[in-house]
């Protein structure tokens, strides 16, 4: 069975200034900030081929990316799978699958109407967006 293998990402909306705010959790709680502005933590223990990182970032709060406050991104080790999965469970499937150069991503709406990102990824590279 097609199963969640952890946390692909967190992300939120900012109210005032994103950059700040990345500021102040790196300053006060010690995330460690990439160049594009978010932050990649590791857990060792995931045996997928990007070796179980989760994606960090704060978006602006004029952001299309997602509509509510916040978005968490769920790792899922067969995306296709897990879809006939939840599919075959009456489960609204908003769009996806899609391919980028990191992963397959699918997007489904929660029984609260909140939109879930599914991600089961891959290690970044530009010929993974015709997978």
């Given amino acids: 069975m097609a199963k969640v293998t952890g946390i692909g990402g ?18 006060h709680l010690g995330i460690q900030l990439e160049p594009w502005g978010g932050a990649i933590l590791k857990w060792p223990e995931d045996k ?12 602006a709060k004029d952001s299309a ?5 916040f978005m968490i991104n769920y790792r899922v080790d067969n995306l296709g799978e897990l879809l006939a ?3 075959a469970a009456g489960v609204q ?4 699958p899609e391919s980028h150069e990191n992963g397959k991503f699918a997007w489904i709406m929660d029984p609260d109407g909140n939109k879930v990102e599914l991600w089961e990824p ?6 993974n967006k015709q997978r």
């Fill in 10 to 27: 967190v992300f939120f909306k900012s109210t005032r200034d994103d950059k700040a705010l990345s500021d102040w959790y790196q300053r």
């Fill in 93 to 96: 499937i908003v769009k996806g």
């Fill in 65 to 69: 990316w997602f509509d509510a406050p």
């Fill in 122 to 127: 891959m290690l970044w590279d530009e010929k």
């Fill in 85 to 87: 999965q939840l599919r």
């Fill in 48 to 59: 997928s081929e990007d070796k179980g990182l989760t994606v960090w970032n704060v978006a």
